[in-house]
């Protein structure tokens, strides 16, 4: 599904209109991001968790060589047991 396919069956479920839709879809991005950016987990009732969590700096061998891996940050999402049953 796209985001244009996504923002259709809100719009068709909820009965609100293609402005509400987009900036309810934008506030909800945003507010991912912004939680991501502190480093925070959200958690969403029936729909999953999205958490963060910091990855250090390594080596490791690609292609015979060692290569120095910069440390990051990793995203992540759990469904929740009621998405996966529903799957």
Known sequence: MTRNQLLKEIRTRARITNVETAAFYQAFIDVIAETMKDHD???????????????????????????????????????AKYISAEI
Do not use: D, M, N, P
């Open 41 to 79: 987990t959200i958690s969403i009732h029936q729909f999953g968790r999205f958490s963060c969590r910091r990855l250090k700096a390594r080596q490791i061998k690609l292609f015979g060589r060692e290569t120095l891996v910069k440390a990051g940050l990793q995203i992540r999402f759990k469904a």
